[in-house]
């Protein structure tokens, strides 16, 4: 079953994985005259139309239809007339059409005709507004035998039409039951199965834009612990935050490295901890900064010294922000995955999750932790894998130049981005991975194999601009 968010994101990756929005559109209307001509033959048909995509599927649908019996007996009500139209692709084929085209309705007509209904699509919420509520409140009404064209408008809203079929493309979408859609007809529509398994630039339309009500900190305040015997790490890590859109990045580093991590960037907020380490008594510290911020990434240049990782585990047991934990602070869990708390990401590559259990496949153990534990595993790879336990995706971008040094480092403050600012596990990771890789690609083009982490992180922007 599909949430509303995924079929536009499915759209775009079918096209990206070249299978173009209009051989989708043909194949959905075809699909749906096939059944309307089957269950309904020699009837009067009236399409309700609205502006969008919905809408085209319906013209191509109307197409078909008056080709197989008589365009007479076609109607196409456009609930805003052709100029209100949106959709290109649906303009497209509205020209096609060689049927009566109406922008008042009969309803006279309409009561003794089969109704379809391609009023709204998916992801509708609320209050429904006039001039839909009351065609909806008619066409329930009034018409005997309506037809929904991939959901029920207003499903999910406060008033929606009550079909007696639903025609819908793909997979069912999130709310569909027999209950509010009438019976329901599945039609496969051509979409690659590669769009739903790879990641790809749909992704990028989970990205949360900031509004233009935004202030100072509205969108995304990171804080990222490590240092210690690495001063880069946690560095490119605020970087790459930084470029993915987040407002604010603080940075909990070891006293002994303050001046250097500050050095990379006036942007970074440094708090030091005393010492030349992340040890026992900074917790409280570490606790009261969390909770000034919206997630925390745990990790970068940390360390493995047995006092940091005993810091790491306290820390855990405590922290009430969206967590992700790179490099050294996965050591702190390898033992005892049950201590991350639910929704925690992770982000380790084929050595280091072989630390949670040495005897099983990397793919299988990253799936077995994520039922298991509730967490979110990204593992970095050739191909990436990002596994929640329920869904997983692959992502196949990226360069082989991407395994110089602090190239995880850039991804963890990504996806730690990405989650501050609102984003759930999954989704971050998935888009974290996407882009860093996107960025990364974009990054060869200039470098070649003299490629650095750095470069990645000026090009996450570039790969923003196509959201």
């Known amino acids: 079953m599909l949430q509303f968010k995924e079929v536009a994101v499915l759209d775009r990756n079918s096209e ?10 043909e194949k ?29 599927d319906a013209y191509v649908a109307a197409r078909y239809l008056g080709e197989w019996s008589s365009h007479d ?34 309803w006279d007509l309409v009561e003794n005709s089969v109704v379809v209904d391609a009023l709204l699509g998916t ?15 008619d066409m329930n009404e009034r018409s005997k035998n309506i ?21 819908t493309f793909h997979d069912l979408k999130e709310g569909m039951e027999e209950d509010n859609c009438g019976e329901i007809v599945v039609k496969d529509i051509g979409i690659p199965k590669e769009a739903e398994i790879f990641t790809g630039p749909g992704e990028l339309l989970l990205y949360p834009e900031p509004t233009d009500r935004s202030h100072k900190g509205d969108n995304g305040s990171l804080l990222i612990i490590g240092g210690g015997p690495y001063t880069g790490a946690p560095a490119l890590a605020a970087l790459a935050a930084y470029r993915v859109g987040v407002d604010l990045v603080h940075l909990a580093v070891p006293s002994k490295i303050k001046d250097i991590v500050a050095g990379f960037s006036p942007s970074f907020i440094v708090h030091p901890l005393e010492g030349e380490k992340v040890i026992q008594k900074h917790v409280d510290k570490l606790i009261a900064l969390s909770e000034e911020c919206d997630a925390v990434l745990l990790g970068p240049g940390l360390g493995g010294h047995e006092a940091t990782l005993k810091v790491c585990r306290d820390f855990f047991e405590r922290v009430q922000k969206p967590l992700v934990i790179d490099a050294d602070g996965l050591k702190s869990a390898a033992d005892n995955p049950g201590i991350l ?48 336990g329920v869904r997983n995706k692959k992502n196949d971008f990226g360069t082989p130049a991407m395994t110089v040094g602090g190239t995880g480092d850039t991804l963890a403050g990504v996806v730690g981005g990405l989650l501050s600012k609102g984003m759930s596990s999954f989704d971050a990771a998935r888009l974290g ?12 083009q200039d470098f070649s194999w003299g490629l650095m982490a750095e470069d990645i992180s000026e090009r996450i922007p570039d790969v923003l601009k196509k959201a």
């Open 433 to 444: 991975a996407f882009i860093t890789c996107k960025a990364g690609e974009l990054a060869f």
């Open 147 to 167: 037809v929904s064209v991939d959901v029920p408008s207003g499903l999910g809203a406060d008033l929606q039409v009550r079909p007696e079929l639903t025609v």
């Open 73 to 106: 007996k076609i109607t196409v009500y456009l609930i805003k007339g052709s100029d209100g139209v949106r959709s290109e692709l649906a303009k497209k084929n509205l020209d096609k059409l060689d049927c009566k085209i109406i922008d008042e309705i009969d």
């Open 28 to 56: 959905a209307g075809k699909g749906l005259a096939e059944e309307i001509h089957e269950r309904y033959p020699d009837r009067d048909v009236v399409f309700f139309c609205g502006t969008g995509n919905n809408g085209g």
């Open 123 to 137: 992801g509708i919420k609320g209050e429904i507004r006039e001039p839909y509520r009351s065609l909806i409140q």
């Open 341 to 388: 708390p639910k929704g925690t990401v992770i982000t380790p590559h084929a050595g280091e999750i072989r630390m949670f259990d040495e005897r099983v496949e990397s793919v299988k153990l990253a799936d077995k932790l994520a039922k298991k534990y509730g967490i979110t595993v990204l593992l970095k790879g050739k191909i990436d894998h990002i596994i929640d």
């Open 16 to 25: 990206f994985r070249g299978v173009p929005p209009g051989r989708l559109m």
